[in-house]
């Protein structure tokens, strides 16, 4: 396998620097990709010089309709039962190498659009798209940074068979908790090295690289930016990450909680808004002091993240992970450099002053949970709402449980928001919640190994 070490981009969007890239680097294929509802990467590949030529291509608009293992579910929709064509339009602006591909290979996000040059509404980067709009339109621009957590494990072909880390460059696998350490980040040098090298040649800026709480579990952070291509960065990382791990003999994975009794993965985003214009930070007045609008935004995520939460815990293992005594979040509580608390307000200056929505797990859409998160902010800026008071303490310790306690709740929660449901469009909205019924229907057919071990001889 020959790596694609050099970091690939275009002048400009023309389709004439396109041309000139694939000769100049003699690229044999293109991979037109879209994030699909769940976050997977979908599309097709063509030869990189009918990709040249910007030839039209199309995707069928029933992926929208698979549920996680693959099954279509039924809804009631014209563009569903006749599966109309969508057309992939690229992003010339998102062209990036493959770095681990065979042969010089580039990937390209797309777009979607009806044939009549409408963007398609469900599609999750136009979800974000919408919500970045909305600010647009108030002379608003929003800034995120999302941290990625993810766990290392052995190779696992048994579903049955409970994860276990890999085996480190010490012969030994990781066991117990080494938040920070250095010597468990060696253990996994070269993987590391790989992600590293992966990123360069992708054009992507890693802020910083740690060891977390569980046994192989790192964390990856992003600088902070334009929502739209962080939430790129995002997408293209969860592959970039599993390939980099596979080279090596193991999985990477992005369940929120895939070993019992250890700490789950988040997607933490730092979220602030500077004014369009002039670039200033509009959640610091000209004396440094918090302004009304960082309250306001706070509130909004206090009152409409209970209704996001199933977009932020896309699954019924994503809920393992908000549970008491893991480090994770059980409350919509905001406080100051406390991470107990589901809203954090980093200690920074004025400039910098953001909140960190600690909900969202890393197994959610990226596209989607920047969207839902900012969406919630941003209803909180639009209705002048006022957060609670400061909590200061253990918020774990000190609170009610202030989520959904599962993946039925949370869609209950997220049907009876007609206004995160209007922001995020409803024709989103409609096939999220039919997806989500279908995904939690199908999980119910499964017994599982616990209803065996207490139940089989039990009851």
Avoid at 12 to 36: G, P
Avoid at 59 to 73: A, D, E, H, R, V
Avoid at 187 to 214: H, S, V
């Amino acid at each position: 396998m020959s790596d694609q070490n050099t970091h690939i981009s275009l002048k400009s969007d023309s389709q004439d620097d396109l041309k000139d890239l694939i000769r100049r680097y003699q690229i044999d294929e293109v991979e037109c990709v879209v994030a699909d509802i769940h976050g997977v990467a979908r599309g097709k590949v063509m030869p990189a010089s009918r990709f040249g030529e910007l030839q039209p291509a199309f995707l069928p608009f029933s992926i929208f309709f698979q549920t996680i293992t693959g099954k279509y579910f039924e809804f009631d929709s014209e563009e569903y039962t006749t599966e109309i064509d969508l057309r992939l339009v690229p992003d010339l602006s998102s062209v990036r190498a493959l770095p681990w591909a065979r042969h010089p290979s580039l990937m390209v996000i797309h777009d979607l659009y009806y044939q009549n040059g409408m963007p398609v509404p469900c599609a999750p980067r136009n979800v974000l798209k919408r919500v970045i709009n909305k600010y647009a339109d108030k002379g608003w621009k929003a800034i995120v940074a999302p941290e990625l957590e993810f766990y290392l494990t052995e190779r696992n072909i048994d579903p049955d068979i409970p994860l276990k880390p890999p085996v480190g460059r010490s012969g030994r696998q990781s066991v117990g908790r080494q938040a920070f350490s250095m010597m468990a980040l060696d253990e996994y040098e070269p993987i590391i090295e790989d992600i590293y090298k992966f990123a360069d040649a992708q054009g992507l800026e890693i802020n910083t690289i740690i060891q977390e709480g569980g046994p192989a579990q790192l964390e990856i952070n992003l600088m902070h930016g334009d929502p739209l291509l962080l939430a790129d960065h995002v997408f293209i990382f969860k592959r970039l990450i599993r390939e980099a791990a596979m080279r090596h003999n193991c999985y990477a994975t992005f369940m929120a909680k895939p070993m019992e009794l250890e700490p789950g993965s988040a997607m933490h985003i730092h979220q602030s808004v500077v004014d369009a214009k002039t670039g200033k930070n509009i959640f610091s007045d000209s004396k440094g002091e918090p302004t009304p609008l960082f309250y306001n935004f706070i509130a909004g995520q206090q009152t409409y993240l209970e209704a996001a939460t199933c977009i932020m815990a896309p699954y019924v293992n994503s809920f393992r992970r908000l549970m008491p005594g893991y480090s994770a979040p059980i409350n919509l509580e905001w406080s100051v450099d406390n991470r107990s608390a589901g809203l954090r307000v980093p200690r920074s200056p004025p400039e910098a002053r953001r909140v960190e929505n600690r909900i969202a797990g890393m197994d959610t859409n990226p596209y989607l949970a920047i969207a839902a998160s900012l969406a919630t902010g941003y209803l909180g800026m639009a209705h002048r709402l006022e957060p609670s008071t400061e909590f200061l303490g253990n918020a774990q310790q000190d609170t009610k449980y202030g989520l959904p306690r599962g993946l039925q709740e949370a869609m209950v929660a997220f049907d009876d928001c007609e206004e995160l449901q209007e922001l995020l469009g409803h024709q989103f909205s409609d096939i999220y919640k039919a997806l989500k019924t279908c995904e939690f229907e199908e999980y119910m057919q499964v017994v599982s190994p616990w209803e065996r071990e207490h139940l089989l001889l039990t009851v």
